[in-house]
């Protein structure tokens, strides 16, 4: 017979287990529903680069209608062209999510265009690292503004029409710490908590009207090697660091796959899913491991740089792809600390 203890240890592996299956398995998506992809019409946040730029190229390559909106409207026009050319229908829009009144703007011109909106992603993020009172209050409060209020703003747009509508799927980009907090990004962990617990409150809204043909899907990223390295505010003293970042195709992956099958939480590949079980089973542990982790390679080992304000308040021109190139550098970075 099972002890307690041995009873409680093979639900938790069989839990992990789960959870790490499902974070492998999610953005797997069968020929038929790839197609079921073409004439849909997306809108997009944070389109201009990163894992928002990757998904609007999924998304023509699957002949869907994308609404592109990001700050940079250059960019936005260059995505647009690579839409096109790969089967789908791009229309752009100058939008700062932390506008409502760009997100209405941006919801009007969907609808006036394409006559619906099918899926809503708020992608668009920044981030701010550092000890927590060296941040200024202004970068603070300007991160709050657009990861968590802009995420507001669009799911509130959003739902809405999907009301209209009576259909449509909401997908939130998170992150890993949106269930796991980090030491030295403080405000960035509290937005995305709150990007998480907005799609479980309105998840319930939703399941109280009767309203099952809308979805929201909270999907939650493990780092990821994307420009957001290059627009990330950064008062830490060092150059921005991270280790195991995973290619962008992973997150790009999760949130296609989240749009045409939602899950109402989406923790990305086995190192996302690790993180969010190992967390909800242990959270002081895993709290106290990241802290500890991160402290030596951002504010002990990495190499200096300069306080920046990054793209918190005007975009850059720099930090364009998908891709950020971030995990070369970061190794060649650290090879260069030891080799001191």
Known sequence: MKTRTQSVLHGALLALAALLFAGCASTRLSPAEEQAAAGKTYVVTGASSGIGRGVAQRLGAMRANVVLAARRTGLLEQVAGEVRRAGGMALVQTVDVSRPEDMRRLADAAVSRFGKIDVWINDAGVGAIGPFEQIP??????????NLKGVIYGSHFAIARFKQQGYGTLVNVGSVESEVPLAYQASYSASKAGVLSLGRALNEELRLAGMQAIKVSTVMPFA????????????????????????????VDAVIAASLRPREEVPVGWKGSLSVFGHRWTPDISEYSSASAYH???????????????????????????DGGWRERMRADRKAQEAK
């Open 224 to 251: 990821t090697d994307t420009p957001f390295f290059d627009h990330v505010a950064n008062y830490s003293g060092g150059q921005p660091q991270m280790l195991g970042l995973d290619p962008p195709e992973k997150a």
């Open 137 to 146: 209050l202004v970068d603070h409060a300007r991160l709050i503004d657009v």
């Open 296 to 322: 030596r390679l951002q504010m002990e080992k990495a190499g200096p740089a300069p306080a920046t304000s990054g793209n918190l308040h005007q975009p850059m021109q720099q930090g364009q792809g998908v």
